[in-house]
């Protein structure tokens, strides 16, 4: 059993050591060439479908920012927030008794009423405009006379509902904060790309960037979640998280394309495509073990202790990760792609690499005719071009001998 192990493997080694089709490969499971970098994923290949899905999301995205807006929380607009333990004597509080209580007692409705927590733990919480100290006195009273609102002990307390305000001053003041925050990790990220990459890997991964930002500010807005100071922080840590999913990929991309002009064996969208399938794995591992965390963070700020802020900053960064984890795959490479086929370097190579393999295919039907096919599979990968998945050969490096 060793011995046909090894057997395969070495087979499968000499196979990527030298330019096959894909037909060449093992036959193995999906998560198998996943893991390997070998799956042979065409994702530079089909890049307007990726361009196409990413203009529909965009359009989607402002056009309910610009239609919809944002709910903004307290910090931000300004205002009262009331909130107590859901649990009372007189029995479990819901959202409509809450608000026909709010506007009998002070003859206006509240902003929103909301439910967060589950069970024992779950609290209550009131958004309105700001009140003053005789309203949110009133409120306080009507509030504990419906509800009876029970404190640790088990005893009904007024001391349970509590009251927070914010002036719409404040609430300028954290939002002019939150842009400047915004504006200076944006200005150091683009000097940051500027310098370590060439132009088109910069436009590429700040084009990726903008499209993680539209895109997490438009399904906030689409879906109406609450956009906190929280929010805000957890932006900024996925836009660094994006980031570097997007360097990953582009170092490979760099080293696959390294003096790719003095080859014709791989385009240079192939060499990108194949810097892509090498780092899947990566990404897709990155991805999973950043979002169990978080949601662990929603279940234990949602359903046990029903804090808004752990909540606003798991959610964030759950939306964040996977738009992120979109955009470093199946947006800025294919963009890097596209600016620099461009280029008369690219275009050049392209034509002989073409040239090449229609050589190789002239050459392989005129075997075909005159002798058997004894290197059919070796001409025919020439003019099919490499397994997307296939390992480089290296410039230099001789063929059918593989690098220990």
Request: no cysteine.
């Amino acid at each position: 059993m060793t011995d046909s192990t090894n057997d395969e493997a070495v087979d499968i080694d000499e196979a990527l050591d030298r330019d096959v089709t894909s037909a060449d490969l093992p036959k193995h499971s999906f998560f198998a060439r996943l893991y390997s970098g070998t799956g042979g994923y065409d994702v530079v290949g089909r890049r307007k479908l990726w361009f196409a899905a990413t203009a529909l999301i965009v359009a989607v995205a402002l056009a309910s920012i610009i239609l919809k807006g944002f709910t903004f929380g307290i910090d931000f607009e300004g205002g009262t927030k009331v909130s107590f333990p859901r649990a009372g004597a007189n029995g479990d509080a819901n959202v409509t008794q809450v608000e026909d209580t709010f506007r009998q007692a002070l003859g206006i409705s509240p902003e929103a009423v909301v439910v967060v927590g589950n069970g024992a733990t779950s609290t209550v919480q009131i958004r309105s405009a700001t009140l003053t100290n005789d309203q949110a006195a009133k409120l306080r009273t009507a509030l504990f006379d419906e509800f009876q609102p029970k404190g640790v002990d088990g005893k009904p307390s007024k001391l349970t509902i509590s009251d927070s305000a914010v002036s719409e001053t404040w609430g300028g003041q954290i939002t002019r904060k939150a842009l400047i925050a915004l504006a200076v990790f944006l200005v150091l990220v683009a000097i940051y790309i500027t310098v370590r990459y060439e132009k088109f890997m910069a436009i590429a991964a700040l084009f990726s960037l903008a499209l993680d930002m539209i895109s997490v500010a438009g399904i906030y807005s689409l879906v109406g979640f609450e956009v906190t100071p929280a929010t805000v922080i957890g932006l900024l840590t996925i836009l660094g998280y994006s980031l570097y999913d997007t360097v990953i990929v582009f170092d490979k991309v760099e080293e696959n394309t390294k003096g790719f002009e003095h080859t014709t064996r791989r385009t240079y969208a192939e060499q990108a495509n194949l810097a892509i399938n090498q780092t899947f794995m990566r990404s897709i591992n990155t991805s999973i073990i950043s979002v169990m965390p978080i949601l662990a963070l929603i279940v234990v700020a949602v359903w046990l202790l029903g804090v808004g802020t752990l909540k606003d900053l798991a959610l964030v960064q759950l939306v964040g990760i996977l738009v992120g984890t979109y955009s470093s795959i199946f947006f800025a490479t294919p963009l890097l792609v596209s600016l620099r086929e461009r280029t008369a370097k690219v275009r050049t190579h392209n034509r002989r690499v073409l040239k090449r393999r229609e050589q190789a295919a002239a050459a392989a039907e005129s075997d075909s005719q005159t002798t058997p096919t004894e290197n059919a599979g070796e001409k025919v990968s020439a003019v099919a071009g490499p397994a997307p998945g296939a390992k480089p050969i290296r410039p230099n490096r001789p063929s059918g001998k593989r690098e220990r």
